[in-house]
């Protein structure tokens, strides 16, 4: 059986009952930094009896095939990644569909997720929401992925690295609009946990006035764009249509969004993006 083991964003105590048990009884822990799977194991008080393997992003691939046939010869494996639920914007998923394929049981040990936790804590609807991972490391590139968002009306969550996260927020405030409702969501359980909330354009200001910069291990949130009625006639899907693509959307990305924001037909949209 493979097991997929949630493991603490922050908090030690936050670990599942049933952690340490699977950790010590495994005969292999596949964990994305042995380092720290060590010091994870010292805090709940339990050995690691089982082979310890890495299994990160450089190496996932290969070791997928050899996990695999671990599994289907009788192991159980337990993977862990550094925090959080793996395959979630970690290692994971690879291994996860591989061992479906050949017919090997797959469970879980629930734990924190940073998703949810902020999600929970942001003060935003969460009804709905989608979480879109890590943002683009360029310019050009947040900018696509957040016009084909603009939108949206469900609630997003979006993992952000704390030196890039000043730039992305400002990227979000032009696309989305400076009055768009946000949460900066840092160091989630930990010491020096902090949300902070309010429109876009306010938390652009926030990050820009750190002194030493916005620090920890962040998670973005941000609310869902306001319904509101749109023109379906010719000349207005045509202008929506070409403002999709002002943000980099292709012609096509354009019309399906356009599509999704009006609710009409795709080759009534493409006859007015084309005429």
């Given at each position: 059986m493979l097991i997929l083991a949630g493991t603490p964003i922050g908090q030690v105590a936050d670990a599942s009952s049933r952690l340490g048990p699977a950790l010590a009884g495994a005969d292999v822990v596949a964990a994305e930094d042995?380092?720290?799977?060590?010091?994870?194991?010292?805090?709940?008080?339990?050995?690691?009896?089982?082979?310890?393997?890495?299994?990160?992003?450089?190496?996932?691939?290969?070791?997928?095939?050899?996990?695999?046939?671990?599994?289907?010869?009788?192991?159980?494996?337990?993977?862990?990644?550094?925090?959080?639920?793996?395959?979630?914007?970690?290692?994971?998923?690879?291994l996860v569909a591989a061992a479906v394929d050949a017919g090997v049981d797959v469970s879980v040990i629930p734990g924190p997720s940073a998703v949810l936790t902020a999600l929970a804590v942001s003060g935003l609807p969460v009804d709905r929401f989608a979480f879109e991972g890590f943002c683009p490391r360029k310019a050009g590139e947040r900018a696509k992925v957040f016009g084909a968002l603009a939108e949206d009306p469900r609630t997003l969550v979006f993992f952000e690295s704390p030196h890039r996260t000043g730039d992305t927020l400002a990227s979000m405030a032009e696309v989305f609009g400076p009055d768009r409702r946000a949460a900066v969501?840092?160091?989630?359980?930990?010491?020096?946990?902090?949300?902070?909330?309010?429109?876009?354009?306010?938390?652009?200001?926030?990050?820009?006035?750190?002194?030493?910069?916005?620090?920890?291990?962040?998670?973005?949130?941000?609310?869902?764009?306001?319904?509101?009625?749109?023109?379906?006639?010719?000349?207005?899907?045509?202008?929506?249509?070409?403002?999709?693509?002002?943000?980099?959307?292709?012609?096509?990305?354009?019309?399906?969004?356009?599509?999704?924001?009006?609710g009409a037909r795709r080759n009534e949209v493409y006859e007015a993006a084309h005429s």
């Open positions: 042995t380092r720290r799977l060590g010091r994870l194991a010292s805090d709940l008080g339990i050995e690691v009896k089982g082979r310890v393997v890495s299994f990160f992003e450089g190496n996932e691939e290969a070791r997928t095939t050899e996990l695999v046939g671990l599994l289907r010869s009788g192991f159980t494996v337990v993977l862990v990644t550094d925090a959080g639920m793996p395959s979630v914007s970690d290692p994971g998923y690879r969501c840092r160091e989630l359980t930990k010491t020096y946990e902090e949300v902070v909330r309010g429109p876009l354009s306010e938390l652009v200001t926030w990050a820009r006035t750190q002194e030493h910069g916005v620090r920890g291990e962040v998670t973005l949130v941000v609310a869902g764009a306001d319904a509101r009625p749109v023109q379906h006639d010719a000349a207005s899907l045509a202008a929506l249509v070409r403002e999709a693509e002002a943000t980099g959307l292709s012609r096509k990305d354009a019309i399906a969004q356009v599509v999704a924001r009006t």
